[in-house]
């Protein structure tokens, strides 16, 4: 591939990580989370990290999200250092490309499903609202009837597609969301993957998912497995993976067959 061509892919990379390391102080007791962390996103990918409980998966995400100041390592988002700037900057950041979603809902108690939505868009666009491309996002996430509703007089999977609206209706280039379906039960968890997949496949939709969940995590294109604050495995396609298993499966079959 001639250097171009490499330049013009490393252009594609939306998010870069590279040897990320975290390590938790409280007093004199020291607790590593990361240990050299590296991975590549690009633009238009779904992807899911997997890993068991406590295995670094939250602290990951919220240093990516800008949430948290990591140890060393770089994280790249658009070509800028996250890690590096000052916190204004990275405020900055957060509100203009990124957008989280998390277990646990985290919508606005006092505020009906529609003005959650629209204080975060009037918040990370300075002050716009397009009321128009919200009954779009409501009606495509199946809350038309549900827009004047308090987080309280909603379900759970409602909430989560609540906060699903809020997070994309300013269009971050990346979405971020920490165990999205952990709350929900397997109807609404099903539901909010397949809105999460509509908005990769239609709107091109950048997305990181952290699971526990191989069912959640069977819904991205790509998996990244996290041990102990090292990424082990990656399988690089879930579709390209399951071809390669069932040729292999079917050769194996074939040979056993010619025996
Ligand atoms: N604020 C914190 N202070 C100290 N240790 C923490 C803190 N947050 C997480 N940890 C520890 O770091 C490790 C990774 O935690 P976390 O990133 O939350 O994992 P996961 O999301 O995969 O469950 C765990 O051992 C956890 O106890
Ligand atoms: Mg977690």
């Known amino acids: ?115 959650n939505i629209e204080l975060a868009a009037r918040l990370r666009k300075n002050g716009h609202f397009d009321l128009g491309a919200a009954h779009e996002l409501l009606r495509l996430l199946g809350l038309r009837d549900k827009m004047h509703h ?26 971020l969301a920490d165990e999205p379906t952990g709350n929900l039960d397997s109807v609404n968890a ?7 997949k509509e908005l990769n496949s239609r709107y091109n939709q950048t997305i990181l998912m952290i699971t526990h969940d191989h069912e959640a995590a069977g819904y991205a294109n790509r998996i990244i497995e996290m041990r102990d604050g090292q990424l082990v495995e990656r399988v690089q396609n879930n579709t390209l993976a399951m071809a390669f298993h069932m040729a292999s499966a079917s050769s194996q079959r074939s040979f056993c067959s010619m025996a």
């Open 150 to 175: 308090k987080p309280s007089e909603l379900s759970g999977g409602e909430q989560q597609r609540v906060a699903l609206a809020r997070a994309v209706i300013s269009h971050p280039a990346l979405l």
């Open 190 to 196: 099903k539901m909010v993957l397949q809105m999460l």
């Open 1 to 115: 591939m001639s250097k171009t061509m490499l330049d013009i892919v490393k252009k594609q990379d939306l998010l870069v990580v590279e040897d990320l390391h975290m390590i938790y102080k409280s007093g004199k007791i020291e607790s590593p989370a990361l240990r050299g962390v590296s991975f590549r996103v690009k633009a238009g990918e779904f992807v899911a990290i997997m890993g068991r409980s406590g295995c670094g998966k939250s602290t990951l995400l919220h240093i990516i999200g800008g949430l948290l100041t990591p140890s060393s390592g770089k994280v790249l988002i658009d070509g800028e250092n996250i890690a590096k700037i000052r916190d204004r900057e990275r405020t900055e950041i957060r509100r203009t490309k990124i957008g989280f979603i998390f277990q646990r809902f985290n919508l606005l108690p006092t505020l009906t499903a529609r003005d």
